[in-house]
């Protein structure tokens, strides 16, 4: 399988910043609708992108780890892609979470080791 092309900066700031309003939601019983939650991720984003210099650190992966997601809307349905989490790297889409883990272990020893 091809790999893909790794996760924007953008996107996974606003992805991270989302997910965490979405935990403050829930902790305080916020009534926010999902394109509310959208626009602030958005909003909260692009104001740290132009007073900070972002960069992907993931600090708490100092070691190897990996993120395994599956993406049920695809036409072919169910495709597995494992992200490498020390460098952003992305398997490509398998049809099986095997093969993503198999695809992830060359990746380490490859470039890891």
Known sequence: ??????????????GNIRDELVAQK??????????????????IAANLQY???????PK???ELHSWVEADAGMPTGENYFIECLRCG???GQNPT?????????????????
């Open 1 to 14: 399988m091809p790999e893909q092309e790794p996760i924007a900066l953008e996107d996974r700031l606003i």
């Open 97 to 113: 979470q095997e093969q993503a883990q198999a695809e992830y272990a060359d990746h380490v020893a490859t470039r890891h080791s």
């Open 89 to 91: 790297w992305l398997t």
């Open 51 to 57: 007073a900070f210099a972002v960069t992907w650190a």
């Open 26 to 43: 829930v902790l305080h019983d916020l009534d926010l609708d999902d394109a509310t939650l959208d626009r602030l991720a958005w909003g």
């Open 60 to 62: 708490w992966a100092h």
